[in-house]
């Protein structure tokens, strides 16, 4: 088979070949992935894009046509710095090519060239021994190779020397160096030219990834231990910008680190380490349509690898709601809930500031709504987790208010050492269960014992919400029509609970906050009452009203002669439903008895 040149269809082919190549070689990338960050998903990333490519990217009427359908979806599957260096590779080839019904050596030399010599602008700080230098490599290379006008000889003699520069990555980059590895960036891209450069020599497009024989380029790892300077690895795809990759690139540039942006007005993706998220959502929202976000926490993927407290994974929603320091303390691994606000998308806890998100949503056309992850996201959330821990304890908003429960259900269904618990409740009441959970891990009980355990909390455990904004609960379903309409109609201020099957239900109302407040408290002490129970703990939580929440923490206090474990802002997703300028109790009880046991178990 003569590929001198290349029609649609065999560059497309080529492509594929070279995307199946790299996926092998995915988790070995992964475990060599020391640069920018040590959080091991370079593979990852990289596969991300091919992934893409084999699945949505088709073949056009023409070569150029058809690169941009590669280019497209490369920019949708683009993940981390690696994936989005690689995606620029795929975007260049279309952008610098000419319409064309077949590729030939010359134009292909041409568009590397183009390639190589922008590639230092994907970044804010491109490092030289990694992606950015094999292409430049490649560039060099083919302009020396191209006598013989044909790609697939070109190719086939600039492939084993491009395998040369991935071996000097080892010494070239200061990190690789340091743990006696190549580039896995550097090393995932030759693999792709390995499998490009192959099909052009053999015709034979490789249908499935297997694992294979480990590439002769893989070194010994020592795994890196260095701590990550920016927390937050996030990303997004910005449609229908105001402004260029570059020009983001300069607003984002004094708050972050591993900044990268590619793409077009159209479709821009970006991608940058920070330890403040929602800074990139609030400016992306002005800039244009944001849609798939994606926000990585590179300090609990790095605990999970190398600074674990536990051999339990403690997992939970977005809408639980409970303090960073707690979070941290427990080392709690936390999925994003979705917000959609017309046609963007945004990340619950992490794309806005609570304050800025109720100033903004007073100005906003549409109301915004709230969506669960999908299955086979969680699947992949816990996979990570699973090599790391011999046990996972996930527990969930209550199933008959999201499809949150269900979906981690089905993503841990084969796998007897993940266990799924129906908190039956959210917001505060949820975040006080996953504090008595995490207490229980530090105790390094039987994990069948902890279970049972939070399984009895579950029971005893409340929230009673003041409601502000009635309709917020009629327009989220989680009230009934009639009851929610009689409340609103009458200026009642309801006064919010979920019972024991995690539905939403009136538990009182009242005709004022201040008086609304202190039924809060009663509520409370009712539950103390009829269970004959000691408070072990109680949180409020509000939404945009930190003034009433610091009232009713001082009369909570004095009534209880306690002080609530926390008193937070609620996450968006609990807000948007239950109403700007609610406030709400939150408490776990425990019958007198129980509680008389397990203090004496604590005091020896």
Known sequence: ????????????????????????????????????????????????????????????????????????????GSRGNSGILFTHFFLGLHQHLEPCDKLKIDQLVFVFKKIAEEINSVLSDPVEGTIITLIKKLAQLSSLANETNSIAKTMSVITPQLKNEVERTATTLKQAQAENVVDAGALGFYFFIEGFSEFLVTGILQKLPAPHKIHSLQAHLHPSTDKPQ??????????????????????????????????????????????????LFSTLYQLGTVKYPKVDDMQRQYEAQFAKKHSIALVTDSSADLPQELLDQYQIHTIALNIHIGDHDFLDKYSFEPNDFYKALQQMSVYPKTSCISPHQVKKFLNRLRVHYNHILILSIS??????????????????????????????????????????????????????????????????????QFESMI???????????????????????????????????????????????????????????????????????????????????????????????????????????????AARIEPKQQGLLENEGDAT
């Open 1 to 76: 088979m003569n590929f001198d040149e290349l029609n649609a269809e065999a560059v497309h082919a080529a492509i594929i070949n070279g995307c199946y190549r790299l996926m092998e070689q995915r988790e070995e990338l992964n475990r060599i992935n020391v640069f920018p960050v040590a959080d091991g998903d370079t593979g990852d990333n990289m596969s991300s894009v091919c992934a893409a490519i084999i699945e949505y990217s088709e073949i056009k009427e023409d070569v150029k046509t058809t690169l941009d359908s590669v280019a497209q979806v490369a920019i949708i």
């Open 230 to 279: 920016h927390r937050y690895c996030t990303e997004a795809i910005l449609k229908n910008s105001q402004v260029s990759p570059q020009e983001l690139l300069q607003q984002l540039n004094h708050e972050s680190d591993s900044l990268a942006a590619i793409g077009t007005k159209d479709l821009l993706k970006v991608h940058l380490h920070t330890n403040e998220p929602s800074h």
């Open 399 to 468: 199933s008959a208010m999201s499809g949150m429960h269900s979906a981690f259900a089905e993503a841990a269904k084969e796998d007897p050492n993940i266990t799924v618990l129906d908190t039956r409740t959210n917001s505060a009441a949820h975040g006080l269960l996953l504090d008595y959970s995490g207490k229980l891990i530090a105790k390094n009980l039987p994990f069948t014992e902890i279970i049972e355990k939070v399984k009895a909390a579950i029971k005893n455990t409340f929230i009673f919400v003041l409601v502000n």
């Open 475 to 585: 327009r989220s379903g989680r009230m009934s029509k009639i009851s929610a309409k009689f409340a609103a109609w009458s200026h009642i201020k309801p006064l919010v609970s979920i019972d024991e099957h995690g539905r939403g239900v009136i538990a009182g109302k009242s005709f004022s906050s201040a008086k609304g407040l202190g039924k809060l408290i009663q509520l409370v002490q009712k539950q103390l009452i009829s269970a004959n129970a000691l408070l072990s703990d109680y949180a409020i939580v509000h939404a945009d009203n930190n003034e009433d929440a610091i009232h009713l923490a001082k009369m909570s206090a004095s009534r209880f002669n306690k002080d609530p474990l926390f008193i937070n802002p609620a996450s968006l997703v609990i807000g948007l439903h239950a109403g700007k300028g609610c406030v709400a109790i």
